[in-house]
């Protein structure tokens, strides 16, 4: 079945650091992933959906300036935290699903766990 | 905008028994699709099953089965002859026929097997 890889699966890094996660679709193209956020006990949160060669769609709320999405290939799609801060630390998830498979689920990167100190 | 309700927080069942989890959703749209994801403590998000809104027929995937009634905008799942392995949360969700392919998710629900 698709896969859907996502990197690092945890990170710690000190505040006013950046970080950078990648979320790679191996075995198919993905012209669109979401990136979701997912705080302790609670559901997942989408933050913006990333579309390949064009600018992403935040979702209200999010500051884009915060967190940077890069869609440059089909297959890879990054979400820089930039200057973190200890509440931006949470659960991080990306999906994907490729063009013309509308009714196909979204395939799941296995997420990252970011703390910031 | 649409959104997702799911009224159990936590559920428990006694294992080989078996449970129902509520969902239900708002939207003006006719073309949607509905899924129930299971996250286990690992947090890697799991597809249990999906319904078109279109097919009148329930959705069945072995154990699992869902009640969907679109007039009612209701979707439970029905998870039969629990396991161990069953213990999870589960998120209900909704995605758009068109257009954009996001998720929204329901609140979840902590499903506990009792031994």
């Known amino acids: 079945g698709a896969v859907v890889s996502q990197h690092p699966s945890w990170v710690i890094c000190k505040s006013g650091t950046s970080v950078k996660i990648e979320c790679r679709s191996l075995d198919f193209q993905a012209t669109t992933m979401f990136w979701y956020r997912q705080f302790p006990k609670q559901s997942l949160m989408l933050m913006a959906t990333s579309n390949e060669g064009s600018k992403a769609t935040y979702e209200q709320g999010v500051e884009k300036d915060k967190f940077l999405i890069n869609h440059a290939s089909l297959t890879l799609s990054t979400l820089t935290v930039t200057s973190a801060h200890p509440e931006d630390s949470s659960f991080y998830i990306c999906?994907?699903?490729?063009?013309?498979?509308?009714?196909?689920?979204?395939?799941f990167g296995d997420g990252t766990r970011l703390s910031i100190l | 905008a649409q959104t997702v309700t799911q009224s159990q927080p936590e559920m428990s069942v006694q294992e080989a028994e078996t449970v129902t989890l509520s969902c239900t959703y708002d939207?003006?749209?006719?073309?949607?699709?509905l899924f129930w994801y299971k996250q286990p403590p690992s947090r890697q998000m799991i597809l249990v099953i999906r319904q078109e809104a279109y097919k009148q027929q329930n959705a069945t995937e072995n154990r699992f089965s869902v009640n969907f009634q679109k007039a009612a905008k209701s979707f439970s799942l029905k998870i039969s002859d629990s396991q161990l392995g069953d213990a999870a949360m589960y998120f209900c969700a909704y995605r758009s026929g068109g257009g954009a392919q996001k998720l929204v998710f329901g609140q979840g629900t902590r499903l506990t097997i009792n031994p």
């Open positions: 939207t003006s749209e006719s073309d949607y699709y």
């Open positions: 999906s994907a699903s490729s063009p013309g498979q509308g009714h196909q689920p979204q395939h």
